[in-house]
């Protein structure tokens, strides 16, 4: 029997394929599919600023798992594998864009000393509002699109968006993302038959190696139970959220509709006693009404 192959999207699968030494070709004919998608130059030659290692645990949080590259002009690269949809990802991809960017300059350095940084984030959920599965973003003016700078790009590969309409599969980045999407044996051959490249074969040999690996099979597991639950977890706070707001909300309905009634009460009240004549100080003790709310409804009696 046939060991099911672990998920590529898992972020300690997918940096055990594309963040070790070993398979550094793998990211680099990866990067420069995504690059070439995006109309962008290619690279000849990257170096891991974080590679994996055996230390690296499925426990640590998600950013450690992330895949930090330096190409041979100095410009930095990281790449993101989300699986689940932790809102705000636009502000916090931002966050750690702006880190990575002012990260590079040390005490005394110059501005112009600043490399591109590139951001690139691959999900496992729809975030942004079209049919694109890979959207790229530059820094550029409204009206005219000229350029206000280079060195921020921003890439977002959805998978969920991969479907029959849209899967070219002369496509190189294409292949790669269906590869990530998750791979049966059988979809893999399917795959084959498009001559794919050898570091897409190799990146499969490191999946099939790793899904028959009982030890990083464990690791496996312990990282997709620690994303279900800190997804949970995060679900759970916003639910919770959501309902105390409501409750605090119907309360507060509540509160302005007893004030409302109240006010109208008072009206009706004040409206009666001046049909019967009775005299503006009597009716702003008796009401609580101020003086120009009486004279309001007398120009309404009126």
Not at 69 to 88: C, H, P, R, S, W
Not at 130 to 139: G, I, P, T
């Amino acid at each position: 029997m046939m060991t099911e192959l672990l998920d590529p999207k898992n972020d300690y699968v997918f940096k055990r394929i594309f963040g070790s030494e070993e398979n550094k070709d793998v990211l680099l004919a990866f990067l420069n599919h995504t690059f070439k998608n995006a109309g962008e130059s290619l690279l000849t030659e990257i170096v891991l600023v974080n590679p994996y290692l055996d230390k690296d645990t499925p426990r640590d949080k998600q950013s450690i798992l992330d895949i930090r590259a330096k190409t041979d002009q100095g410009e930095l690269i990281n790449v993101e594998m989300q699986l689940f949809n932790q809102y705000d990802l636009e502000k916090r991809t931002l966050f750690y864009w702006g880190k990575q960017y002012s990260g590079q300059l040390l005490e005394g350095q110059r501005y112009s000393q600043l490399k591109k940084c590139v951001a690139i984030n691959i999900v496992n959920f729809k975030i942004l509002a079209n049919d694109q599965y890979h959207n790229v973003f530059h820094l550029r003016e409204d009206h005219t699109d000229i350029p206000l700078t280079d060195v921020i790009e921003i890439h977002f590969m959805e998978i969920p968006k991969l479907n029959d309409e849209n899967i070219q599969m002369k496509d190189g980045l294409v292949r790669w993302l269906l590869f990530l999407k998750g791979m049966t044996r059988s979809s893999w051959e399917a795959l084959m038959m498009h001559e794919p490249e050898p570091a897409l074969k190799k990146a499969m040999s490191v999946l099939e190696f790793l899904s028959q690996d009982e030890q990083a099979r464990q690791r496996y597991i312990d990282r997709q139970k620690f994303l279900w639950d800190e997804a949970s977890m995060i679900e759970g706070a916003r639910e919770e959220g959501l309902k105390k707001g409501m409750e605090e909300g119907i309360q507060k309905g509540i509160e302005e509709g007893i004030k409302e009634g109240e006010a109208e009460s008072k009206r009706k009240i004040a409206m009666n006693m001046l049909t019967l004549g009775l005299d503006q100080a009597t009716i702003i003790k008796a009401t609580g009404l101020t003086p120009s709310e009486l004279e309001e409804l007398q120009k309404e009696k009126e």
